[in-house]
């Protein structure tokens, strides 16, 4: 038990502080980043994390507010490692060092973004523009490496011999595919960090309230439509729930997460975890392609000792 902890809630962040012996554990959620999703209380292995919608002050919905238990809390890292916008830093003396990682316990979540910087038009910052969280930088060294500001007066052979570069804050990018939709030339590619459906039932949905659109964190995603009714826009949903969080009717907003990219591991922590984010089908059917993973790397193995007698 740690001989010093503290709490402090201030307009920024929440910052959890264990203090013991050698080690200083800190849990740090930046309030900016954070959208009051479902993420990080479903995964939570302690039950420490709450999320409770806020009062209409306004004509707007604000978003849900966040808070963790300290008696609870035991500083895992689950919370950071799931957080699907990257408010959560959990760090021991300072470094970000999350022991559930290195030994296995729970997967790193993968957030796949590639991208072909040689098919990139010389003149385009399409993706830094549209990307909603301001999460993309585009900038652009020519043939002398020193940085260009515009094409625009440059020779044919200079044009060709500038070199884009895209800088993607990866920890922080919800995968809402939304710069891969509006590149022109189709360089980038996002794929999702988790897969599933969307629907809202219009019958079902009150009338003249539109709190999950005020709150959706990704643009045009949930809209209001002329009828009154929202709108869906799925290509670019990331499936976080923070709409659901604040639907004043449970059975008008359905939101489905079926899959998570993920690095495969065989962990009780995560099986548990990915029965919450999903369903207890999609638990079951990942046990099973980690068990037929196993299956086919033994089965490897033996042939490769094979070959090699």
Aim: charge should be positive.
């Amino acid at each position: 038990m740690p001989y010093k902890s503290s709490k402090q809630d201030s307009p920024d962040a929440l910052t959890l502080e264990w203090v013991l012996q050698i080690k200083n554990y800190q849990l740090t959620l930046d309030k900016h980043r954070c959208v009051g999703c479902q993420i990080c209380s479903l995964a939570c292995p302690k039950e420490a994390i709450t999320v409770k919608k806020q009062f209409k002050t306004g004509e707007k919905t604000s978003k849900p507010q966040v808070d963790i238990n300290l008696d609870k809390c035991n500083f895992c890292g689950v919370c950071d490692v799931t957080c699907l916008y990257g408010a959560i830093s959990v760090t021991i003396n300072g470094a970000r060092n999350i022991a559930l990682i290195a030994k296995e316990s729970y997967p790193k979540i993968n957030r796949t973004i590639t991208f072909d910087s040689k098919e990139c038009p010389k003149d385009c910052s399409e993706c830094e523009t549209v990307c909603p969280l301001q999460l993309i930088k585009v900038s652009r060294t020519g043939f002398d490496g020193k940085p260009v500001k515009t094409v625009n007066g440059l020779s044919p052979t200079e044009k060709r011999r500038v070199k884009i570069n895209i800088d993607i804050q990866r920890d922080y990018c919800p995968t809402c595919k939304i710069c891969e939709t509006k590149c022109p030339a189709s360089t980038l590619k996002v794929k999702k960090v988790f897969e599933g459906k969307i629907a809202i039932d219009t019958d079902k949905c009150p009338s003249g309230c539109h709190d999950c659109a005020d709150v959706c964190p990704i643009p045009n995603v949930l809209t209001v439509n002329t009828a009154g009714k929202i709108d869906i826009t799925e290509v670019h949903c990331t499936y976080c729930g923070v709409c659901k969080n604040v639907c004043p009717t449970d059975e008008a907003l359905m939101v489905r997460r079926v899959k998570v990219a993920h690095k495969h591991i065989h962990s009780g922590t995560w099986n548990k975890a990915l029965g919450k984010l999903t369903s207890k089908q999609d638990e079951v059917k990942e046990l099973k392609a980690v068990a037929s993973l196993k299956k086919r790397n033994v089965i490897m193995k033996r042939l490769q000792d094979e070959i090699d007698k």
